[in-house]
């Protein structure tokens, strides 16, 4: 295979795997009766929004995001299905457990798609495309549902490819064929160009990735401002984003940098409790609940300690991660040296075991300064 080196960081592979019509599917998977017919899953009343139409239903102009009444309009014989997000979410878990087994990177973008980043090979199984195919079949063999799956060398042609062979399909593109591929489509189908730009490339006569290739920097510039590095790329298949995992959120903390070194110990508490009501902010917001408390403080000097204080259960409120600095704080007052850093961190959390990757953050420390 020839490698571009211009497209990205030789060897990258990556995946990206999409269930087909997913909750249509699952419904027609559900109930016998929905199978081989045009099904809609989202409320029929006035108001209501087609969530996901199956493959039958498409044939018909029924897309997602339509209005119930216009979907209807199209196809009269459309059968309305609730939906069942717990099912799907099940689904879910059992579908990025069978990515974890190829992948280490698995970044979901929804319920029913992610990217995988299968560069380190971790099944051993030699090549991405060997890895594509057995996810697709053991997604069939588990769920009984089919996904599609493209295989490149960055996400954002992968996810093209996804999409070439729907449903049920495995495209591949390798490094080399990724700009001849990019600019045979249109870019509507550009992951990242919403309508609105879409609308307002056709106005100036884009209308494939070819026009767009056609365009010089300059020009992208006039008309896109910032976005026109990103096009100039895309319309080269060039994409050098990585794929990134939501892991479980470890710690969570803030620090802050003093203009004039702390001295007494008024200061020192109400430095603590600042940092400690920011870092209670963000725990709250995630919802973490964190049992060890860390507080670091860097000297006048330079010098930096660091002192971990676990309590029995997890906290809760603001006042108990104060309280939790303070017991920590209290012995290394008064201090000698001035203090120029103090920071808290919250960790060891309830749900460290929790892999949910719609609710779990990377794990984060800010800085106030
Ligand atoms: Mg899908």
């Not at 026109?228 to 990585?242: P, Q, T």
Request: aromatic share 6%; net charge neutral.
């Amino acid at each position: 295979m020839v490698v571009d080196p211009d497209t990205t960081p030789a060897g990258r592979k990556i995946i990206h795997v999409d269930m087909d019509a997913f909750y249509a599917s699952v419904e027609q998977r559900d109930d016998p009766a929905l199978r081989g017919k045009p099904v809609a899953v989202g409320g029929s009343s006035r108001r209501g929004v087609v969530a996901a139409a199956s493959y039958e239903a498409r044939k018909f102009g029924v897309r997602s995001a339509m209005p119930s009444v216009t979907a209807k309009r199209q196809c009269p014989a459309l059968i309305f299905v609730p939906p069942r997000f717990e099912v799907y979410r099940d689904i879910s878990h059992q579908i990025r457990a069978i990515f974890r087994d190829y992948a280490d990177e698995v970044e979901p973008l929804s319920l029913d798609e992610a990217y995988l980043d299968v560069s380190a090979d971790k099944a051993g199984l030699g090549s991405a495309t060997a890895a594509a195919k057995l996810i697709r079949e053991r997604i069939h063999a588990e769920t009984g549902l089919t996904a599609s799956a493209g295989v490149s060398y960055n996400k954002f042609i992968a996810k093209l490819a996804s999409d070439q062979n729907k449903p049920d399909g495995l495209t591949i593109i390798p490094p080399g064929k990724g700009a001849a591929f990019v600019q045979t489509l249109s870019i509507r189908r550009f992951h990242g160009i919403g309508p609105v730009t879409a609308a307002k490339m056709e106005g100036l006569g884009i209308f494939s990735g070819a026009d767009l290739a056609a365009m010089d920097g300059v020009w992208l510039a006039t008309h896109f401002g910032n976005s026109a590095e990103w096009l100039h790329n895309l319309a080269r298949g060039i994409d050098h984003r990585r794929v990134k995992s939501n892991r479980p959120l470890k710690s969570l903390g803030g620090e802050r940098t003093f203009f004039n070194d702390l001295i007494t110990d008024t200061e020192i508490r109400e430095a603590l409790a600042h940092v400690c009501t920011v870092v209670w902010d963000r725990a709250a917001k995630k919802g973490a609940r964190g049992r060890t408390v860390t507080l670091k403080l860097r000297y006048a000097d330079f010098r930096t300690i660091t002192r971990a204080r676990s309590v029995t259960a997890p906290i809760l409120d603001g006042a108990s991660l104060l309280a939790a600095g303070e017991a920590i704080l209290g012995p290394l007052l008064p201090t000698e040296q001035g203090i120029r850093l103090l920071g808290v961190t919250l960790s060891k959390f309830e749900d460290e075991e929790d892999d949910d990757e719609d609710t779990a953050a990377p794990a984060d420390l800010f800085s106030l300064i």
